[in-house]
């Protein structure tokens, strides 16, 4: 039997690949310089012999405050042609603290493409490690951002993780410091694939998660203008740009006559 596949979404740099990596025992290093947020990619494939999973690039598609629309819809583009053979669960991930309006995009776009995997969803909170009673002091506000998207949450479908480090390890105590932090990531590392095991044992079959909606180009691009304007406001939204933005994407299955018609709405 393959592997259960698991989809992980969220913001951009919120820890969608520290997560992967833990997921998957990756060796999780305190150096982070092979990753470079500037860069983009559609999603990155980790497999290991327990699952698979896609670690997806901010599904907002928005990095430093500019906004690529070509590059979300490449991103998207690529995403749902991996996404035909469906998922046992998905993992949205958020960093404990306050949530932006590109957390919000990222949940309403995947609640809309993925609308199959809303009852499959977990969260997890990222940046934990100081704060082990976050989710206990911010559950009233968890539920105020999920509900309206993916209902009413229990609290056995969130974890809390805390994977710290020291960027650079000089001193004698840095490096006594780095052991306790490589310990923290250990323990979050195992909670998180109990947790997912969990899901996945109630979960055996890959659900059929794409929306009908989000095989439709029209749709999608809807969704991201929409989005778009939620973060930016309808003054600064400029239609020429996005036009060029998605004419700039050169997407075979996206034809233009769909184009102009969500243009339109
Ligand atoms: N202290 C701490 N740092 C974390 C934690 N999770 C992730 N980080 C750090 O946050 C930064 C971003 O993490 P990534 O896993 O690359 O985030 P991402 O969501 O994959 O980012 P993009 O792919 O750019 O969207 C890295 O420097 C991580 O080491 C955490 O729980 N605690
Ligand atoms: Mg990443």
């Known amino acids: 039997m393959a592997p259960p596949r698991i989809l992980i979404v969220g913001k951009m740099g919120v820890g969608k690949t520290t997560v992967s990596e833990a997921l998957i025992e ?13 860069k983009p990619y559609e999603y990155i494939v980790h497999r290991s012999s327990a699952w698979t999973i896609i670690d997806t690039s901010g599904l907002d598609g928005i990095s430093n405050n500019e906004v690529s629309i070509s590059q979300a819809l490449r991103n998207l583009h690529g995403l749902l042609q991996e996404s035909m053979g469906g998922y046992h669960a998905a993992l949205f991930v958020i960093r404990a603290g306050r949530f932006d309006l590109s957390d919000t995009a990222a949940l309403q776009i995947f609640a809309s493409v ?30 105020k951002f999920f509900s309206p998207q993916l209902g009413v949450l229990p609290r056995e479908r969130f974890v809390c993780v805390g994977f710290p480090y020291i960027k650079h390890v000089k001193t004698d105590r840095d490096r006594a410091q780095e052991t306790i932090f490589a310990h923290e990531r250990a323990e979050s590392a195992d909670r998180l694939r109990a947790f997912v095991a969990g899901i996945v044992s109630r979960n055996a079959e890959p659900t059929n998660c794409l929306s009908s909606a989000s095989l439709k180009p029209a749709a999608l691009l809807h969704q991201l203008k929409m989005m778009l304007i939620q973060i930016h406001g309808l003054d600064k939204f400029d239609r020429k740009a996005f036009a060029a933005g998605v004419r700039g994407a050169h997407l075979p299955d996206f034809d233009d006559a769909a184009i102009q018609h969500a243009l339109k709405g």
Request: charged content about 35%; hydrophobic content about 30%.
């Open 26 to 38: 990756a060796p999780m290093t305190a150096d982070d310089s092979c990753r470079d947020a500037k």
């Open 114 to 143: 993925f609308a199959g995997l809303r009852d499959r969803t977990q969260v997890v909170i990222t940046r934990c490690e100081n704060d082990e009673d976050w989710l206990e002091e911010n559950h009233g506000f968890c539920q």
